[in-house]
C-alpha cells in the first residue's frame, strides 16, 4: 500500500497545529494517572461524539459504512470512562461538547476525520506505554485504547488510501479545507478545555491519588 498523497497534503496544510494538539491532549500522559487518562477520555469524547454523529448523517454516507465501521470511537470510549468511574469535576467535563455542523458531503465528512484519525498513531504507542505502567488501568478501560491495537500504521494508510479514492471521485479542495476545519476545531475545543482541566486537577489531587489502582 503507496504513500497517499492526499494524506501528504494535508500533514502539510495542518502542521503547524499539531504540536499544540498533541500536546494537549498526550502531553499530560507524560507521566500516566488514572486521573489523567480519565480526563483524556473526556476530552477526547466530547469532540469525538458529536463528530460521529454527523459522519452517520452525511448525505451519501451509507455506501461507506463498512469502512467506518471499525473507526467509531465514541461508544467505547463511554464505556471506559463507566468502567473508570468519573469524578464530579470529570462529569462536568464529560457533558460538553464540541459544535460540529453537518457535512454537506462525503468528502467534507472524511477530511474532517483527519482531526481524530491522526491521533490513533500515537494512541497506540501511548497503549504500550499504559500496559506498562498502569495495567489495571487498561485491564479495566481497553474498548478505546485497544482499538486500533497493533495496527494503528495499517488504519492510517487504509485511510489514506480511502481519502485518495474520495478525492479521485470528488473535489480535493473541499477534503483539504474540511481538514483545516477539523484541526481548527479540535485545536479550539481543547483550548476552551484545558482550564476546567488544570482547576479539575488542582481540586482533585488527593482524591485521585487515593483511587489510583495503577
Known sequence: MGRSSTLARLALETARSHAFIDEALLGPLEFPSTAGYRRFLCMLYGFQAPLENALATTPGMDAHAYFLETRWKAARIATDLMSLGLTRHEHCLLARRQSIPAFASVAHAFGFM???????VP???LRVRLEIEMPVVTT??????????????AQW????THLDRVARQGDIEVIV??????????TAWLSQQMPATRAATNDERPAATKRATA
Open 114 to 120: 483527519y482531526a481524530t484519525e491522526r491521533l490513533m
Open 177 to 186: 479545507s474540511s481538514a483545516r476545519a477539523g484541526i481548527d476545531s479540535l
Open 140 to 153: 479495566l478501560a481497553h474498548n478505546f485504547i485497544y482499538s486500533y491495537a497493533n495496527r494503528a500504521d
Open 157 to 160: 494508510r487504509q485511510y489514506g
Open 123 to 125: 494512541v497506540d504507542a
